[in-house]
């Protein structure tokens, strides 16, 4: 009876871990299907605050030169 318990236990173990990596193989594709967005997120933000360093920098040009 013991012996059986055990098998149980040990189907159920692994049972749950096949589960386990399943689900964390779902979660990493969706990390991965977010990873291009978030590059094109982080370079908007880069163009955007170059523009904008940019044009502060012709500015101030602009009033010392004046």
């Given at each position: 009876m013991a012996e059986r318990g055990t098998d149980?236990?040990?189907q159920?173990?692994?049972a749950e871990r096949r589960r386990l990596g399943e689900a964390r193989?779902?979660?990493r594709a969706?990390?991965?299907s977010l990873v291009p967005v978030l590059v094109v997120a982080l370079a908007?933000?880069?163009i955007i605050t170059a523009r904008?360093?940019?044009r502060a920098g012709i500015r101030?040009?602009?009033k010392l030169s004046s």
């Open positions: 149980e236990v040990r159920e173990m692994a193989e779902e979660l969706e990390l991965r908007a933000v880069g904008v360093g940019v101030m040009v602009r």
